[in-house]
């Protein structure tokens, strides 16, 4: 059984560009296909899926006009009462995984307001959350998410926990980590013709399983999902041994 689907979302400029769309109407079709993603996942019933939304080399390199989108999107996505039905109904429960917390307090080329609204983001999943106490999906989006960040992020968790040389393991860094509960994923997905991780999930992805598509993010379809699924059933996983 598969427990826990990495997503690389790839390709959502491109794909704008491809179909003569503006930038706000290629991330738009990037949401739908993340949502596509979701109703898979009650499909195949798998526990665990995570996105990689936001890079922070995205978050502080990217234009006004390329992030204000992405904002935008979020914002539309939290009062849209459909979807917030869809993920309570189905029992999903939302986190956010990165450093949201300095959100506001690295550059960007976002506006204030905005910057603010993005670190309001835990808030509203916690909202959604509360109306699912038991669920049974679990939803990992990464925002402001950077590997290298991560391994910063736990390092300095551990120093200001007090753990000594010898105490620091795999499995201490794991529990200071950004996706400190939860299992490395067996597939990470990489759409967009681009075989690279991008930094994401780089401590959790040690036997993570590798699929490369040359499709975009939004033209994965659920004829590529079956694949997927059938693709990782025929990887013989030796752990190293």
């Not at 990689?52 to 080399?57: G, I, Q």
């Not at 992030?67 to 917030?84: A, G, N, S, Y």
């Not at 989006?141 to 390092?155: F, K, P, Q, R, S």
Request: some cysteine; glycine content about 4%; charged content about 30%.
């Amino acid at each position: 059984m598969v427990n826990h689907i990495g997503w690389i979302m790839d390709g959502n400029r491109r794909y704008a560009k491809k179909n003569n769309m503006s930038l706000k109407e290629g991330y738009e079709a990037g949401m739908l296909q993340f949502l596509n993603i979701l109703k898979f996942q009650i499909k195949e019933n798998i526990p665990n899926m995570s996105f990689f939304a936001l890079s922070c080399d995205n978050y502080k390199k990217r234009s006004q006009n390329e992030l204000k989108p992405i904002v935008d999107l979020i914002k539309k996505f939290f009062e849209d009462e459909e979807i917030i039905t869809f993920l309570t109904q189905n029992k999903f429960n939302l986190s956010i995984r990165g450093d949201y917390e300095e959100i506001e307090k690295k550059e960007s080329f976002l506006k204030k307001e905005e910057k603010e609204f993005l670190g309001t983001l835990k808030q509203k999943f916690d909202e959604i959350n509360q109306k699912t106490p038991k669920p049974t999906y679990f939803t990992h989006i990464a925002l402001n998410y950077d590997g290298h960040e991560e391994l910063v992020h736990a390092t300095k968790k551990i120093i200001e926990q007090g753990h000594t040389i010898d105490e620091i393991t795999p499995d201490l860094i794991k529990r200071y980590s950004f996706f400190n509960n939860v299992k490395a994923p067996e597939i990470i997905v990489r759409p967009g013709d681009a075989p690279r991780l991008s930094g994401y999930l780089l401590f959790d992805s040690k036997y993570s399983e590798i699929y490369l598509t040359k499709k975009l993010w939004p033209e994965l379809n659920q004829d590529d999902f079956k694949e997927i699924l059938n693709w990782y059933s025929n990887q013989k996983r030796n752990f190293g041994v």
